[in-house]
C-alpha cells in the first residue's frame, strides 16, 4: 500500500506570494493532519481534516488554510506569505479521527526568500 | 493546555550503549503516548505507542512505559546501533482529554550512534 505522499517536495517562494501544498493520504484513510516544522518552534499542528470538514485548528493566523476533497486529499494554502513560513509542512493520514495512528509524509519544504 | 518536554540534547552514544531518552507530559484525563522518529530528509515514522497507563510499547529492540504516575513515557534501547541515528520524537494524542485529535510533539532529541 503507498504511504503518505506530498507535492511538491521542495518550494522556493518570494515574501508576499501564495503557495499550495498538496497531500495525497494512504488509500482509504479519511482523516488528514498537517503540520509546520521549524528549527525554533518544532512541530506544530496546523489543522485537521475530516470528512471534508475542518474539524481541529491549531494556533496560526488566517493565513493558513487548507480543504480537504472528497477523496480524502487536502490541501493547504498560505497567502502573503513571510520570511517565518519558511518550514518543512508535513502532511500526516490515518483511518479515522481518535485513537488512530497517524502516517506522515516525506513533508514539503517551503522556502520564502 | 497539553505539553511534552524531552530532555535536552544532542545525545552521542557508541555503538552497544544503552540508550534512555526522558519524556514527560501534562495532560488532563488519559493521552495516548507516542514515539516517534525521523531520519534525515524524511517524514516521521511511528516508532511505537502506548494507550493507557502501564502499557507498554516496543518496536526494532526499542522499549517506553506509560507512566501515569510520574507522567512519564522514556524510551529506551539496550544495544544501539550506527542506523538508529535519527531524531526522536516525544508525542501525546489528547483525543480524550477533550483537546481533539492532533498531536502535540515535544522538541525532539537527535541521537548519534558512533561506530
Known amino acids: 500500500k503507498a504511504g503518505v505522499t506530498q507535492t511538491p517536495r521542495y518550494l522556493i517562494k518570494t515574501r508576499g506570494q501564495q503557495v499550495t501544498l498538496s497531500c495525497s493520504p494512504i488509500?482509504?484513510?479519511?482523516?488528514v493532519s498537517w503540520y509546520q516544522q521549524t528549527p525554533g518552534q518544532g512541530l506544530q499542528f496546523l489543522f485537521e481534516?475530516?470528512?471534508?470538514?475542518?474539524?481541529n485548528k491549531g494556533n496560526f493566523p488566517g493565513r493558513f488554510s487548507g480543504r480537504q476533497f472528497s477523496n480524502s486529499r487536502s490541501e493547504m494554502n498560505v497567502s502573503t506569505l513571510e520570511l517565518g513560513d519558511s518550514a518543512l509542512y508535513l502532511c500526516?493520514?490515518?483511518?479515522?479521527?481518535?485513537?488512530?495512528?497517524?502516517?506522515f509524509g516525506p513533508g514539503t519544504r517551503l522556502t520564502v526568500t | 493546555g497539553n505539553s511534552v518536554t524531552q530532555m535536552e540534547g544532542p545525545v552521542t552514544l557508541s555503538e552497544e550503549a544503552f540508550l534512555t531518552i526522558n519524556c514527560t507530559y501534562t495532560?488532563?484525563?488519559?493521552?495516548?503516548l507516542f514515539w516517534y522518529v525521523q531520519y534525515p530528509g524524511e517524514g516521521l515514522q511511528l516508532l511505537l505507542k502506548?494507550?493507557?497507563?502501564?502499557d507498554k510499547g516496543s518496536n526494532k529492540g526499542f522499549e517506553a512505559t506509560y507512566r501515569k504516575e510520574t507522567t512519564s513515557f522514556h524510551l529506551e534501547k539496550g544495544s544501539v546501533q550506527v542506523s538508529d541515528s535519527a531524531v526522536y520524537f516525544c508525542?501525546?494524542?489528547?483525543?480524550?482529554?477533550?483537546?481533539?485529535?492532533?498531536?502535540?510533539f515535544g522538541k525532539g532529541i537527535t541521537l548519534s550512534v558512533r561506530p
Open positions: 502506548a494507550t493507557k497507563a502501564d
Open positions: 508525542a501525546l494524542d489528547g483525543h480524550y482529554t477533550g483537546a481533539n485529535s492532533k498531536l502535540t
Open positions: 495532560a488532563t484525563g488519559y493521552p495516548s
Open positions: 500526516a493520514s490515518s483511518l479515522q479521527r481518535g485513537l488512530y495512528e497517524q502516517y
Open positions: 488509500s482509504g484513510h479519511r482523516s
Open positions: 481534516y475530516f470528512s471534508e470538514t475542518q474539524r
